[in-house]
């Protein structure tokens, strides 16, 4: 006979069988002895172990909730692992901001992201392997919301120009240009043509490093 223990718990043990003089068999007794969450029964001779179901406030046997079931979010007997937790939460494609610069903050990215800086996707585990990320760590740039992405535009600085403002003066006084020119009369105009210069159109910002989960 051979009595298999539950893993990481010896529950009960084999004892020996002996034969007495008699012929007849004499067996030690067995105790069974259910542990945290772990529920014994014993019909006929027949002895079952079964796992109680996990709770808040009990230890049990817990059904994992799919990638699918954990988008849901409304089953609460199910548990949720990391991988489908993370699934969720960051899709692949997604930019995050990471304050790289910031005491403490470890240096290395996990496999599953990427900086965004223009380069190749050499990765064959991520669905974009072969593709380009944006650049925009190298092109300082920000994020606009859109319909689609990859589009780009606009400009770090910008200026204005002032078209022509003409003005008529008329000379009603008279001038005195000398003997020949006295008691001249003129009308003349002024043109004005201007420029601001480049202007910086940044708002106030704090610099982060964008990256891009790969797979």
């Known amino acids: 006979m051979t009595l298999d223990n539950i893993p990481g ?31 014994v029964d014993e019909t006929d001779g027949t002895i079952t172990y079964s796992g ?26 199910k548990a949720v692992t990391p991988n489908s937790l993370f699934e969720t939460l960051v899709p692949i494609g997604a930019i995050i901001a990471w304050v790289k610069s910031m005491t403490g903050v470890p240096q290395t990215l996990p496999d599953c ?10 990765d064959e585990d991520s669905p974009m392997y072969g593709e380009n990320v944006p650049d925009l760590n190298g092109d300082n740039r920000f994020l606009r919301g859109n319909s689609t992405s990859g589009g780009t535009g606009g400009s770090s600085t910008h200026d204005h120009t002032i078209p022509n ?24 105009e002024h043109r004005n043509i201007a420029n601001t210069g480049s202007i910086s159109t940044l708002p106030l910002y704090y610099d982060v490093v964008w990256i891009i989960r790969i797979k």
């Open 52 to 77: 109680e179901n996990a709770t808040a406030t009990n230890k049990g046997v817990v059904e994992l909730a799919t990638i699918a079931e954990t988008y849901t979010g409304t089953d609460e007997a």
């Open 165 to 188: 403002i003409v003005g008529n003066i008329a000379n009603t006084a008279g001038i005195d240009y000398g003997t020949d020119f006295t008691g001249v009369k003129s009308t003349h």
């Open 113 to 122: 992201f990427k900086a965004c800086d223009g380069s190749e996707i050499v």
């Open 9 to 39: 718990k010896k529950v009960f043990a084999q004892r020996d069988v002996r034969e007495t003089p008699a012929g007849t068999a004499e067996a030690n007794a067995f105790t069974f002895a259910a542990g945290e969450g772990i529920d």
